[in-house]
C-alpha cells in the first residue's frame, strides 16, 4: 500500500510502531518545510559533494542500494505467513501469534516511505542522483534539489528500517542529514507548528499535552478509546438515531477531515502536523501497543480535526475531538 501525504495518519500508524519512527517523522517535516535554501545545505553534505576525504561516492551508492534490499524484507500486513494450525497449537497461541504479526507488521514498505518523502514531500524526480548527465537537472537549484532528497531519502530510510539494518549501515545513511541539520542555523529545519496560522495554537496545545502526558494520563487515553469503541457500537447500530439509520462513524469522519485538508490545499500542514503528533505521542511515553490498538487513531484524529475545524461538519468534529475532551476536561480550540 502506498503512503500518501492525504492520509498521512496511515503512516502515522506505522511509524509510532517502529523504533526510528520519530526520527523517520522528522525527516518528512524537513522535506515538507524545505525550499532551495535548505536544498543547498543538503546536497552539500551529499557523498558527490561532501568536503570530507574519507566518503566514497560509489560506495556511498552500493551501500544505499544495499539498505534498500535489506529493508525490503521487512514485514507488512499482506506478506503475513499463516499461523501454525498444527494439534500442539492452541487456539489461545494462534491468536496470540497472528495479533503479535499484526502489531509489528507495517501498513506500507521502505519503499513506499521513500516515494513520499521524495515525489510528495519534497516533490523530486524518483531516481537517485548518480553523477552522470540529466538533461532534466539544467540548473542548479534543480540539481540541489536532487542531491537533498537523496540525504533525505537514505535519513528516511535508515530511520524507517532500524530493525531490519545494521547499525554502522543505519548511521552511514543518516549521518549527511543530521550533519546539515546540525549545521544549518537554528530554525532552518524548524519542526515547530507555526504559531501564524489559524490552527497553529490548538495544534501546539494538542502537542504539548501529548509530550508532557505521565503515566496516568495515558491510562486516560486507553479508557477513553475504549468508551469511544462502546460509544461506536451503540451509535452505528440502526435504532440508534431513530430513524432505522445507522450514525456516523470514526473512520468516515476521518475521511472527511482529510478531503477538507485538500480541498482547502492543507494537505502539506496537515502532513506535517501529523508527523509532530507521531513525535508528541512517542515523547508522551505511549508504546507499540498503544500505536497498534487505536490510542494513535485518536490522536490522529485530533490533529486532523484541529487543521481544519473550521471547514467541518458539527457532528464529524465533535466525534474526532471527543478523545481529547474524554482526556482532558476541555474542548480543542477551534473545535
Known amino acids: 500500500m502506498p503512503y500518501t501525504l492525504t492520509s498521512a495518519a496511515t503512516l502515522g500508524y506505522d511509524l509510532v510502531r517502529l523504533p526510528g519512527g520519530r526520527q523517520a517523522a522528522g525527516v518528512v517535516v524537513s522535506a515538507l518545510r524545505s525550499g532551495p535554501a535548505e536544498w543547498a545545505l543538503l546536497a552539500a553534505h551529499h557523498p558527490l559533494r561532501t568536503s570530507d576525504p574519507s566518503c566514497d561516492p560509489l560506495l556511498a551508492a552500493q551501500e544505499s542500494a544495499r539498505a534498500r534490499e535489506i529493508a525490503s524484507e521487512g514485514p ?5 505467513p499463516p499461523t501454525d494450525g498444527g494439534e500442539r497449537s492452541s487456539e489461545r497461541e494462534r491468536l ?24 510528495e514531500a519534497l516533490g523530486c524526480l524518483d531516481s537517485p542522483v548518480d553523477g552522470s548527465s540529466d538533461s532534466t537537472v539544467d540548473d542548479d537549484g534543480a540539481l540541489d534539489r536532487a542531491l537533498a532528497a537523496d540525504v533525505l531519502a537514505d535519513a528516511a530510510l535508515a530511520a524507517y528500517a532500524a530493525r531490519e539494518l545494521p547499525r554502522a549501515l543505519r548511521r552511514r545513511l543518516s549521518e549527511p542529514y543530521e550533519r546539515a541539520v546540525a549545521g544549518a542555523v537554528p530554525g532552518t529545519f524548524d519542526l515547530a507548528p ?11 496545545e494538542v502537542l504539548s499535552g501529548l509530550r508532557g502526558t505521565d503515566a496516568e494520563g495515558r491510562l486516560r487515553w ?6 469511544s469503541r462502546l460509544a461506536a457500537q451503540a451509535r452505528l447500530a440502526p435504532a440508534s438515531t431513530g430513524d432505522g439509520v445507522p450514525g456516523r462513524s470514526w473512520s468516515e469522519a476521518m475521511h472527511d477531515a482529510c478531503w477538507a485538508a485538500h ?9 506535517a502536523a501529523q508527523m509532530l503528533a507521531v513525535q508528541a505521542f ?4 505511549f508504546g507499540v501497543d498503544d500505536g497498534a490498538t487505536g490510542v494513535w487513531n485518536a490522536v490522529a484524529g485530533c490533529v486532523q480535526g484541529v487543521l481544519v475545524a473550521d471547514l467541518l461538519g458539527g457532528g464529524s468534529l465533535e ?5 481529547w475532551a474524554a482526556v482532558t476536561g476541555r474542548t480543542l480550540a477551534g473545535c
Open 76 to 80: 507488512r500486513l499482506q506478506h503475513l
Open 194 to 204: 507555526d504559531p501564524s496560522t489559524p490552527w497553529g495554537p490548538a495544534l501546539s
Open 263 to 271: 480541498a482547502s490545499g492543507r494537505t502539506e500542514a496537515a502532513a
Open 96 to 119: 496470540a501469534a497472528l495479533a503479535e504479526q499484526l502489531r509489528c507488521s507495517m501498513v506500507g514498505s521502505a519503499a513506499a516511505f521513500e516515494r513520499l518523502v521524495r515525489t
Open 222 to 227: 486507553r479508557a477513553a478509546v475504549d468508551a
Open 319 to 323: 466525534l474526532l475531538a471527543q478523545p
Open 282 to 285: 512517542l515523547d508522551g511515553g
